[in-house]
RNA sequence: UGGGGUGUCGCCAAGUGGUAAGGCACCGGGUUUUGAUCCCGGCAUUCGCAGGUUCGAAUCCUGCCACCCCAGCCA
């Protein structure tokens, strides 16, 4: 892990002796949506850093909109922290459950006369508090009296007055050039039940009211947010300030992560969920945790990954390379070996006896003989892909041709003596002679092919359905434009794909199909015996490369 | 036009007055029965721009410029 400029901070206030209780920090999410790979950066940066300096993290529901939230969010979130490696042992807390110590520092604002119950509509509101350029003006009701604010707040709370009729504001400064400190709401009425105290409250506390109180209650050493929040962080310590308690966290502001070919905002995922634009919060091409893993990326790639782009406060938007990279170094070790083919051509090898057939070794992993190998069933038909013939070849193209030869992966050369078309011209089949004495591991042949290429012989291979996932997006920065015409509408491909029948029988639910990517096994529509593979990512293709 | 931020290679990102780390991408080359992996090598005389201070500046000062965020009883 590197050292970003909080990690050093952080160093910094241990040496200086200022967290003698270890380092606290918390990773805040509200329960309305799913966790994405820019929490993933959040939650590495909060837990990480607990667990590199030997400190805690919370896992806090910032839950103070029941209008918003949902306890299916609660759960989703829970699990994807955990599947990213984290634990945050006994610490799982709520915003809510701090609901009266937040009245309680609310009733003392407002006898410190700090806070006043305003009985202004929030049209009313809006209009008063000025413009960016413009100062706004005092409420008519800023000066209450303490004995009329406490009555009137605790008639709110009591459910004397519907939505919006009263709201309680901080007593700050209706001038001050930062908009936030124009005397902000604290608390609005919100006759709604709330997940976890159901009806127990009708007024909700807003978050600058809540996260720092929680924070300082938490007893959270450096509170670690996003950029937006910068201009909060005067109010967060004027509460922090005006309330008697006796913490008072740093607030910590940091760039949120931007990726290319997709999106990071919950509104934008949520209506992608709610359009049917994707099949669900887990649609393997969507940036959340839970697509992420379904389409089989493993946590530790996406752990990697939030180390290396770091942590600073500049803008950025990360390659998708750098992800891809991420889960192709993960993979590699770690997935078997399988041949695939995901657009057929038939092969007909004349010189080889008919009906016969033979068994060929084929290592699970080529650097790990250790993991042992499978049998690849061989006949005298086989399927191989299209793509790996080539009638006009194009420069440097090293795999089959008119009069060419190949060698089939842990089998035989072959040579293509005769391509069969259909009326169309379309290539319906190759008839090809083998080469016997050129088998894996026994080549007498002395003959050297300049390539090497994938295949499964028909009377072996099982038909399974093999969806192609590409970018979400046709462009690299889709926020603030039409969804319609920046969806890629090809980010899905469903096609029927010939796999080798180890690859059934295994129980391993990732593979590489060797030359052409890594799979997953899809864990919700995968039947026993007729797997669904999710392309997780395809290989690095230095196709490109001369040599 | 008020306030708050950010600007170092195509993308991230070190660097905190001593003469531009690293990763991804890209480009070579080697190994290879995956055009994969692996291995070697290349890739910013320059740090948004312009002045200034200094023996010396990406780092200090001044002035510009660009981009991002803020006017929810969202977080």
Known sequence: MGTDFIRQRIGGDLDAGNVEGGIVTRFPPEPNGYLHIGHAKSICLNFGVAEEFGGVCYLRFDDTNPANEDEEYVHAIQRDVRWLGFDWGDRLTYASDYFEQLYQFAEELVRD??????????????????????????????????????????????????????????????????????????????????????????????????????????????????????????????????????FHPPQIEFSRLGLEYTVMSKRLLAQLVSDARVSGWDDPRMPTLAGMRRRGIRPAAIRDFCGRIGVTKSDNR?????????????????????????????????????????????????????????????????????????????????????GGMVRLRYGYIIHCDEVVKDTEGRVTELRCSYVAESRSGS????????????????????????????????????????????????????????????????????????????????????IAGSPVFNRIVTLRDGRAKGR
């Open 113 to 246: 006369e700090k806070a006043f119950v305003d009985s202004q509509s929030a049209e009313e509101i809006r209009i008063a508090r000025g413009t960016l350029t413009k100062p706004g003006q005092d409420s008519p009701y800023r000066s209450r009296s303490v004995e009329e604010n406490l009555e009137l707040l605790q008639g709110m709370r009591a459910g004397q007055y519907a939505d919006g009729e009263q709201v309680l504001r901080a007593r700050i400064d209706m001038a001050s050039p930062n908009v936030n400190l124009r005397d902000p709401v604290l608390y609005r009425i919100r006759h709604i039940p709330h997940q976890r105290t159901g009806d127990t409250w009708c007024i909700y506390p807003t978050y600058d009211f809540t996260h720092c109180v929680c924070d300082a209650l938490e007893g959270i050493t450096h509170s670690l947010c996003t950029l937006e929040f910068e201009d909060h962080r005067p109010l967060y310590d004027w509460v922090l300030d005006n309330i008697n308690v006796n």
């Open 318 to 402: 990360v390659e998708m390379s750098l992800l891809e990279f991420c889960v192709r170094q993960d993979l590699e070790a770690v997935a078997p070996r399988g041949m695939a083919v995901l657009d057929p051509l038939l092969v007909t090898l004349t010189n080889y006896p008919e009906g016969q057939t033979e068994e060929l070794g084929a290592a699970w992993h080529p650097q790990q003989p250790e993991r042992g190998e499978r049998q690849m069933p061989f006949g005298a038909a086989l399927y191989i892909e299209r793509e790996d013939f080539a009638e006009e070849p194009p420069p440097k193209y090293r795999r089959l041709t008119p």
């Open 443 to 526: 080549d007498t042949s002395g003959l050297k092919p300049k390539g090497v290429i994938h295949w499964v012989a028909v009377h072996a291979a099982v038909q399974v359905e093999v969806r192609l996932y590409d970018r979400l997006f046709k462009v690299a920065a889709p926020e603030g434009q039409d969804l319609t015409d920046t969806l890629n509408d090809a980010s899905l491909r469903s096609v029927q794909a010939q796999v080798e029948p180890a690859i059934i029988a295994s129980d391993e639910p990732r593979f590489q199909f060797e030359r052409v990517g890594y799979f997953f096994k899809d864990p919700v529509d995968s």
